[in-house]
Every structure is written in C-alpha cells, then in structure tokens.
C-alpha cells in the first residue's frame, strides 16, 4: 500500500466495512501477475468465507480488494481451511482504503449493454516477450543480418556495436528507448555540466555510463544510439556507434536514416516475427486506454502484465488503428471470462484521429443518429 492508504485494524470495524462495500462489489484476489474475481464473498463470525471459480496463486496469505466509487478497499487474510467445494475460509488482517479517482470515464463498445454499436476488436499482436522469444529462436538469422548491419557502418565507426531484446537483459539504453522511442545523441562526453541540463544526458550519467567498461567511458567521448521500432513503435534492439571524437548532425542523420531501414526490414520480415491472427474484442475504452476480454484460455499467451505490444484495433466503418499498449492488469472474472487492461503509449497518426473519432461516437446513445 502507499503512504495515502488510510489502515484499519480495528475488528470491530470489520464487519460494516466487508457487508457495505466488500459483499456488495466485485471482489478480485491479487496474484503475481494475475487478478482473479471471486466467485462469492461473505464475513461471519470473524471470517470470510470465500468461493473461487479459478483457483490460483498464492493463497496462504492473499490480497483481497474491490472498488468503491473513488476508492479501493484491500484487505489482507490468512488461510484458515479449504473444503472439497472450493469455499476458502480466511482470517482478514486489516483493511485499507486508497483514494484512486479514476482519471478518465470509460466508455463501453458494443454488447449486451450497448446492443446497437458495432464491435470493435485488435487482431495481429506481438508482444515485447514473444518477439525476444523469436529472436532467440532464430540466433544464426540474427548474427548474419547483426554481421551485415556493422559491414553497412563501415570503416567511419569503429567502435559500434548491434544489440537485440534476446540478448543480455537489464540494458540501460533498452530501458531508456522503452520509455523515449527516439534516439540519443550525445555529443561531449567531457561536458558533464551540459549533459546533466537535459533529461537525455542526466538518463545516460546516471543509467547508462555507470555500467560501461571503464576503459570505454575514458577514451570516447560522444555516442550515437538509435533505436529499432518494430512497426516503428515497439523496441527490440539499438544500433550504437561511439567515437574519440565529436560526432556532427550529419552522422547523427545517417545512423537514423538506417536504423529506420533496420526496423522495417525486421517488421516486414513475416517468416521471423509473424502477429497473432486471433481477434479480441474490446469491451471498453478511455482516452489513455481500453479493457478487452475473451474465453479462450490459449489467447492469454500474448498478455504479460507490465508487457508492451503493439496491435491492430479494427473499427466500424473499415476504420484501422495501430497501437503501441503497455498491460496494467490481467483478471479472470467470473465465468472464467479474461479481462485485460492496456495503457495506449502510442499510435499513428491517422490511427489517432480513427480512435479519437471512435470514442467521441460513444459518448453518444447507442442508436443516435450518425451513429
């Protein structure tokens, strides 16, 4: 919990707080990387007793919490006993409130509750894990076509190097064009004080060169990295070029203009990294991010929380927009029906303005006109 979160330990506040608010809402267990909703959710006695339809994760000692209006409510249990009909019994710890607003108003797509909208869906994923997964299944491809890339450099960048996802993890310009997707210039080394003026130099003094070889940091002073964007929106590697002496703006453009190349000869490269043929529907949607959900266990594969993917979303109308998303959360709701959550990092520009029209149409009576 964060330091907002008001605790309660008081038992005797227990039981108000779980009828009003726990045994009213949708309840989820908290696991690593998975949320699962409760199938029922009661406090007698002292204890909660508790049924899950999709049994999961660490039970001895779980987090249980649901919304409520602005707020969150968690509370932590011990395992006291299971029976063979699924109904888990658990001594509830504390409770904890958090104050979290949501920060944009969701607006569901079509479905039971909005009968007369078209649906829309995302079709062609690759997720950041299963695109290193390819990379790594395909090692001998990679090094020729790494081969290939420091043979077009040539003889004018001696020190510069070709890294891929698949290979060492923790690498701190993958963390930086993760976040930045551009690339990084640095042009004096030797100017700590400039460096340190911008966000890009303070990232590379403090992420990047501490962990550089020392003989490294010493005798080079400026450095070129650019970032390889499958579909110009997901990284999966970066060519780096390092030199003695400052680089001009004119090197700066001929290691973009080929690592623009690299990234759509790698997107385009079917037989290599190759999108999920799936459609998922998309249950609702905000300005920053959408929920989809399916039945399909399989489909699940291409989710990891804290992933990123990047997607196709088809909208009515013939309507197409690519997406750079992060996953915030995975639930299995009730039914065993999987809810995913996505933050939207990015889109085209035109894909933009499909989604942005899109939304602005929900905001509308299913059934209006233009609709």
Known sequence: MTAEAKLITDKSLFGGIFARVFMRGNVFIKTSGLNIQVESFHYSEGEL???????GGELNNPLFY?????EVFFTHAKLLSRDEDGQYRFHPVDVQILQAPRREDRRQVAGAQNPGREPAYISNIVSDFILRESLSNNRKKIEIFKDSILK???S????SRVYLVNEKPGDGRMEYFRKERVPLFINNLDDREGLAAEPPGTFYLTRILPNEPEEKSVKLVSEIAVPFLYRLMLPFGYLQVNGADRFGDEDFAAMKKLGMSISTVMTNDRQLIKGSEEKIAVTDLSASGMGIFFRDRPLIKYFKDGSQMV????????????????VRNISIMKNTIYRVGCEIVNMD???EVHY??????????AGAPGQ
């Open 152 to 154: 077009k450099i040539g």
């Open 356 to 365: 942005t029209e899109y939304l602005e149409s929900l905001a509308a009576p």
């Open 349 to 351: 520009s035109i894909g």
């Open 156 to 159: 004018g960048f001696p020190a």
């Open 66 to 70: 649901v919304r409520h209006g602005e």
């Open 311 to 326: 997607f196709a979303m088809f909208l009515p109308g013939g309507r197409q927009s690519n997406m750079l998303c992060e």
């Open 49 to 55: 007793l508790v049924k899950l339809s999709e049994p």
